[in-house]
């Protein structure tokens, strides 16, 4: 009897193990397993702002390439509000099983960190992510008005310091504010800032002449470049819009060392796993390497960069020191 007791117990016990290993192993699978079944349902894309931007077409076009090559809807999520950070953080604190990620940008995740530094609601724009790669780059033009004489950057530098003139932003501490008071910085010219509310009103007074001179996305100004209501200068980036061809970059022009230009990529929240961020940066590089979707993308004024995960994270981390130097330097943060 002791015995038949003995086992019976024994039995028991492993019984018992056994099923609590099972338990255990179920609800923690392995991240190859993970891997090699991901996508098996929708996966939420986030983006941080309205309906209808930049950063919402580029991440719906994205979007729609990722679903038909995964085999799974990839839904665009407008969490709008608060620079950005609304959606930011609604990424930064979600599960990290690759199902739901975040397209942000230079503005949600440069700019808006330092313009709200020191809040500890604000996600941590590097720390609390997983980079998986970067969707575009949005060269700026800096344009004039046509009653503006100059039609170089010398030329603009010269006539900034023999009159007043005034450059437009869509708002203090916006990219096209920072680009305005970097032209400043390096060149010595002697233009004064106006913010707008939006790109709308400040787009408005550039083409009445109440302003002088704005940097804006190339897309937005192009149809105004082609009636003549607007002088192009130069373009940022590295190298010259296949849109504004005989423009030349700042760098052509004479300008070293600038270098703000807009960008889009995709993130997930920190502690994806490794394997799920890779699969969706492969995805990512072959669109870069798909001619007709770039050339998609081009019509459009955008670039298609290729870049991998480490290569993201070292631009942000690269942006968030130099930034953060320029940011107080430039006074900005007023």
């Known amino acids: 009897m002791k015995l038949f007791a003995f086992l019976s117990l024994s039995t028991a ?13 179920a609800a923690l699978p392995s991240a190859p397993a993970l891997a090699s079944d991901y996508p098996n349902k929708p996966v939420r894309i986030i983006v941080p702002f309205p309906p209808g931007g930049g950063t919402d077409a580029m991440a719906r076009m994205f979007a729609d390439k990722l679903g038909k090559a995964m085999g799974q809807p990839f839904v665009i999520d407008n969490r709008a509000g608060a620079t950005g950070t609304i959606g930011t953080n609604a990424v930064a604190a979600a599960v990290p099983d690759g199902y739901t990620l975040l397209v942000g940008s230079f503005s949600s995740h440069v700019l808006a960190p330092l313009t709200l530094e020191g809040d500890a609601k604000v996600a941590d724009p590097v720390k609390d992510f997983a980079p998986i790669g970067m969707l575009a780059y949005h060269p700026m033009v800096l344009n004039v008005h046509p009653s503006v004489k100059a039609s170089t950057v010398s030329e603009l530098v010269a006539e900034t310091k023999a009159r007043p003139m005034f450059y437009a932003s869509i708002g203090n501490g916006s ?3 920072f680009a305005g008071a970097e032209f400043n910085q ?15 009103p400040a787009l408005a007074d550039l083409l009445g002449g109440q302003v002088h001179m704005m940097f804006d996305t190339i897309q937005s100004s192009l149809p105004h470049i082609r009636k003549g209501s607007l002088k192009p200068i130069a373009v940022t980036g590295t190298s010259r819009s296949p849109l504004l061809p ?28 490794p394997e799920i961020v ?49 940011f107080h330097k430039i006074n900005l943060a007023k």
């Open 13 to 25: 016990r492993w019984r018992y193990a056994t099923a609590c290993a099972v338990a255990v192993a």
């Open 175 to 177: 990219l096209f504010h």
């Open 186 to 200: 390096l060149t010595g010219a002697a233009a004064t800032h106006v913010p707008y509310r939006g790109a709308a």
């Open 246 to 273: 005989d423009v030349p970059t700042l760098a052509e022009a004479g300008l070293t060392g600038f270098d703000v230009t807009s960008w889009v990529g995709m993130l997930a929240p920190a502690g994806t796993p």
């Open 278 to 326: 890779s699969k969706l940066a492969g995805q990512l590089d072959k669109l870069a390497q798909d001619r007709e979707f770039v050339a998609q993308a081009a019509k459009t004024g955008t670039d298609i960069p290729r870049t991998t995960p480490d290569e993201f994270r070292e631009i942000l981390i690269k942006d968030q020191r130099k930034y953060k130097a320029q």
